[in-house]
């Protein structure tokens, strides 16, 4: 019956003097206390057999097992005539399953992974995956190593992040230490990780983050350039009306100058009459009248000169305005786009540092 229990356990009868019979489970991994083991050789069974107690003693042991005696007396009579008891041996169900948890973790993770695992004095196993760089110090049977020491001794999980420098590929470390049924750390379980990837994503999140930091600030100065170009075509914009206005103001004074051309020329006519009439005592006031007329033609044409010059300055400063007006225009647009494009820039650069914390938390 004893042998189909599912345990890791060893069934012992002993007389006074030694163990007399021995059955273990299909599971049962114990060699300790043999057939003839003298009671006397077992503090338990002494105890027991001198005192009539059950004994139950529980030893934790290095490897990160736990093997618990429980020894019953066996009366007849009144009087003791010997002893049963049962040994058990317990693992912590990390250590038992580490070959399955290994697979999974190593299937699970997109570079391989190297896991181990310890006792509180040695390393117990490990599994790693191709590519993945082994320490030459995590070998079975070497002391743990120092994180694995460090997890065990702080009794919590460990989180490390190692620099390729050091095995030529960023590592992430992660360790747990074991803890037994009583709670006591009974050993440590760790998964080393590869970061390539991590680093590239970090890497490439560091450098859009400059870029964009780079591009951002020529947007900045485009949008102050631009913002500089439409105050100055709205100051020319300005200077033109003001230009336009003068020469509206020249065209009006032309067309009194014009005006008074035409009536001194009528007066000089008038004059050259009087004169021819006057004969030749009007003969000098003829000379002045011919100065008056030369005079009011001289005026004419120079007014039909400056009109000509105000018309085309005119001319000109309409298709200075409109080009002035589509300037302005233009850079009113301009800066638009560069405030969407600065806000996407932005959103870009939020987007990288993201990114960045993501890749530093894998």
């Known amino acids: 019956m004893a042998e189909v229990l599912p345990i890791d356990a060893v069934f012992i009868r002993t007389d006074l003097e030694k163990v007399i019979d021995r059955m273990g489970t299909k599971r049962s ?15 338990a069974i002494s ?17 990160g097992s ?56 040695k390393n117990l196993a490990f599994n790693a995956s191709e590519g993945v760089p082994l320490p030459d110090s995590i070998k079975v049977g070497n002391k743990p190593e120092a994180f694995a020491l460090q997890t065990m001794k702080k009794g919590k999980k460990d989180v490390l992040d190692i620099g390729a420098e050091m095995y030529g590929v960023p590592l992430k470390i992660w360790a747990y230490p074991l803890v037994n049924e009583d709670s006591q750390v ?12 991590a680093e590239r994503v970090k890497r490439m999140a560091l450098n859009n ?54 009536e001194t020329k009528l007066l000089g006519l008038n004059a050259a009459i009087e004169a021819a009439r006057a004969g030749d005592a009007g003969r000098g006031f003829g000379v002045v009248a011919d100065e008056i007329r030369k005079l009011s033609e001289q005026s004419r044409s120079t007014v039909k000169a400056i009109k000509e010059s105000t018309d085309q300055i ?37 987007s990288a540092e993201k990114l960045k914390r993501i890749s530093e938390r894998i």
Do not use: Y
């Not at 200077?239 to 067309?255: L, R, V």
């Open 29 to 43: 991994s114990i060699k300790d206390i043999p057939v003839g083991t003298l009671v006397k050789e077992v503090g």
């Open 209 to 262: 983050e400059q870029s964009i930091g780079e591009i951002a600030a020529v947007v900045e100065e485009i949008s102050a350039t631009a913002a500089g170009i439409s105050e100055s075509e709205a100051k020319l914009f300005d200077m033109i009306m003001e230009i336009n206005n003068i020469s509206e103001e020249i065209n009006a004074i032309t067309e009194f100058v014009n005006e008074v051309a035409a």
């Open 47 to 63: 105890n027991c057999l001198n005192t009539g107690d059950i004994q139950d003693q529980v030893l934790h042991l290095t490897d």
């Open 314 to 350: 005119q001319n000109l400063l309409g298709v200075a305005k409109e080009s002035s007006e589509n300037t302005a225009k233009s850079s009113e647009e301009q800066a638009a786009a560069l405030e969407e494009v600065a806000a996407t820039l932005s959103e870009l650069s939020a």
């Open 66 to 121: 736990t093997t618990r005696i429980e020894v019953f007396p066996m009366e007849e009579g009144g009087e003791i005539k010997g002893a049963v008891g049962i040994i058990s041996r317990s693992v912590h169900p990390i250590i038992r399953h580490f070959n399955v948890i290994s697979e999974i973790v190593e299937d699970v993770s997109g570079e391989g992974a190297l896991t181990w695992i310890t006792d509180t004095e």
């Open 186 to 197: 009974c050993g440590s379980f760790g998964v080393i990780m590869p970061r390539r990837n």
